[in-house]
């Protein structure tokens, strides 16, 4: 069985524990809370990640440390309401998967693991240094050197070389209050698209019913393929705006493998299961004692290229050999 099936398997098993049973397991044990502002499909293979890092670590669950999870599905509001749910459980350490600036920012106090995030703390003065970070968190960035700047910038060159005609690139991104407060991708991909002579047209959706419009706004202006964000608020619709993207004939592709592995044609970026593992083996050090502020903030160093061969014969697209050669993933 592949490594990945199983991780899915492990992750799904998990959560059909009878609930009275779990309660009385875990009553008495450290606990570990596991919130994301993503939908629980999306990262079961990243939480069985963070258990296989505690396992390693040392720590068996059942038996060492307890585990609750909860997933927002893109929806802040409702991230707010588990943040204020979980914090009455009082666990010993949280593990914020894809975002945990509204968890730090609401228990400024709590110990935080957070894991796969795109901003740079330093830079945005939520942690003192990656060295020691001070306060109460710690985990991993997706690329702490120069932003995500860098990892656009490869994305991007690997998607001309699937898409030579590439001129104009339009980006499909909500506009949700974190992405104002903390502006990443954007400017980013603005700087990546110029470092490749590429056209940028940004469609911000003020809602995520706006997608459809966005979508063909693109079109009125030929785009030659679209971009879509890897904030955390679309993948609740992952399904819904690969099936629209498909229509318009364009290429397209998604910052995070689930949306190349969702349909879309080609996604290059971090491990996400990667970085979920390292996160499960910080938080066995938080469990074991450890101060969050003591614990360096880790830097990815495993990425991926992903391509969708199935999205590539639907659009007509012969995949050059060298980029297969390079792919670490082909969907067929």
Known sequence: ????????????????????????????????????????????????????????????????????????????????????????????????IGSFVPLHQQLPNAPVVFTGIAIDPVAFGLVDSYARPGGMVTGNVQNAAGGIESVLSKQLGFFKELVPNLTRLGH???????????????????????????????????????????????????????????DPALNSRLSQIVASLAKTGKPAMGVYPTWTRGGLLMSYYTDPEDQAHSAGIQAAKILRGAKPGDLPIEQATKFQLIINLKAAKQLGIVVPPTLLAQADEVIE
């Open 1 to 96: 069985m592949e490594r990945r099936k199983f991780l899915q398997l492990a992750g799904g098993a998990a959560f059909t524990w009878p609930l009275p049973a779990l309660a009385q397991q875990t009553a008495n044990l450290p606990l570990v809370a596991v919130i994301s502002p993503l939908n629980e499909q999306l990262v079961t293979a990243r939480v069985a990640s963070i258990r296989e890092g505690l396992k390693q670590a040392g720590l068996i669950e059942g038996k060492d440390y307890g585990m609750t999870l909860r997933f927002a599905n893109g929806d802040n509001a409702r991230y707010l309401g588990f943040i204020k749910e979980l914090d009455a459980l009082k666990p010993r350490v949280w593990v914020a």
């Open 172 to 230: 499909i991104g909500p506009l949700t209050e974190t992405a104002a407060k903390y502006p990443v991708e954007r400017p980013e991909a603005q700087k990546a698209t110029q470092q490749h002579g590429i056209a940028l047209s940004m469609y911000e959706l003020p809602t995520l019913d706006d997608v459809e419009s966005a979508i063909a706004a693109g079109l009125r202006d030929e785009v030659s393929a679209f971009f879509v964000s890897g």
